[in-house]
């Protein structure tokens, strides 16, 4: 059984649940402000359907992604990361610098406030680099070629919020676990753990995470 700890817990009991994620892998982050996370939804599939999104196909660190799967499907991604925080008073560096600036106000807005939020709480729990990567993706639904992402790890530590479509799977114990995140909830886990999305019915799925890594991006 994965516990779960609110976000006061977090930081104020940090050393001890640091070591517990390290140890047995993840816990669940319970009582979260739904609030951004449910606007960054909202806003993110407004941007997918848009015809503004190419116009903002930047890198996979930064700004909008497309990218080829290994089972054939296609992936679209919103992604940010510490760059777009640097010297961002200035509103033609920040115009520059944040790739949603001038047409997504309420999307750049709520990327910022999740990514404050957790790069402190991440900062508070680890022994990481102080950058972040946070990643709004898209997964299609394509009755000929049915997505699978595949099970791997990460080289940071990982942050799920709950998914609009099938939930994220995580390895512990020998064994893939399987946990219905409710809206208020988050998966943290380790760089060690592996997850996959099987997508058992085949249906669109948008997903929203944090990644804290241990080595500077």
Known sequence: MIKKYSIEELLKYNEKISEEIDYKGAVIVKEIDRGPINILYNEAIDFFNSHLKEKYLLDELRGYFLEDLEDGNIRESIKINSTVFENDEDDEIKQERWPFYQDFPVLEKNLGIIYDKWLEICDSLFRGVGQGILSVFKYHQDDKIKFKLQEHHDDSYFVAFAPLGEPLEIYINNFWYNHQL????????????????LNKFNKERYSITFLYPIEPI
């Open 182 to 197: 409710k809206d208020r909830e988050a998966l943290l886990i380790a760089p060690r753990i592996k997850h996959r999305v």
